[in-house]
């Protein structure tokens, strides 16, 4: 039997992802991080992006992976989301001091940055779950989201995750 007890508490989940992320999850997680910092993170084509930004309190350069749900090959426009919501450490910091510097794919740039609004985010997570049914059935299982293929689960998720927009803030010419 699985529920075994260590001084009163209940053992935690294998993977402990749902209100915050376990040792397992930020492991796997992370693992694109080494392939940018090798300068192999154009393997990733436009999946994954690295963030690089700023610590809120100490200035310090920090870096971040996210899976890209919405990429613009025009405008370079790239969207991604805090799947543990609005206090994790990245969102506080960029909302504290815009992120410094985008890496995707080949590209690198200093971006111009916004956070999405509630339709704004909607569509974007509309768009990814019909391009991506699998992929948004096994990320909500897994970190606990809830139901995303009901509007109202949807509409419920986006409130209390942030969506963030990055595009180059000075665009190459024509």
Do not use: C
């Given at each position: 039997?699985?529920?075994?007890?260590?001084?009163?508490?209940?053992?935690?989940?294998?993977?402990?992802?749902?209100?915050?992320?376990?040792?397992?999850?930020?492991?796997?997680?992370?693992?694109?991080?080494?392939?940018?910092?090798?300068?192999?993170?154009?393997?990733?084509?436009?999946?994954?992006?690295?963030?690089?930004?700023?610590?809120?309190?100490?200035g310090?350069?920090?870096?971040t992976?996210?899976?890209?749900?919405a990429?613009?090959?025009?405008?370079q426009?790239?969207?991604?989301?805090?799947?543990?919501?609005?206090?994790?450490?990245w969102?506080?910091?960029?909302r504290?001091?815009?992120a410094?510097?985008i890496?995707?794919?080949?590209?690198?740039?200093?971006?111009?940055?916004?956070?999405?609004?509630?339709d704004?985010s909607?569509?974007?997570?509309?768009?990814?779950?019909?391009?991506?049914?699998?992929?948004?059935?096994?990320?909500?299982?897994i970190?606990?989201w809830?139901?995303?293929?009901?509007d109202?689960?949807?509409?419920?998720?986006?409130?209390?995750?942030?969506?963030?927009?990055?595009?180059?803030?000075?665009?190459?010419?024509?």
């Amino acid at each position: 039997m699985m529920s075994t007890l260590k001084a009163g508490r209940r053992a935690k989940p294998l993977l402990g992802v749902r209100r915050q992320p376990g040792r397992l999850a930020l492991a796997v997680f992370r693992l694109p991080l080494p392939l940018y910092q090798r300068g192999w993170g154009w393997l990733l084509g436009h999946t994954f992006l690295l963030v690089t930004h700023a610590g809120r309190k100490t200035g310090k350069r920090r870096e971040t992976v996210a899976m890209t749900l919405a990429y613009d090959p025009q405008t370079q426009e790239a969207v991604i989301l805090s799947g543990w919501g609005p206090n994790t450490d990245w969102i506080r910091n960029i909302r504290a001091r815009p992120a410094v510097q985008i890496q995707i794919g080949r590209e690198s740039y200093t971006p111009e940055q916004r956070f999405l609004s509630e339709d704004e985010s909607v569509a974007v997570v509309v768009e990814f779950r019909r391009q991506h049914p699998r992929r948004v059935r096994l990320a909500a299982r897994i970190l606990g989201w809830g139901d995303l293929s009901s509007d109202t689960g949807m509409r419920d998720f986006v409130r209390s995750h942030p969506f963030v927009s990055f595009r180059p803030a000075h665009p190459a010419p024509p």
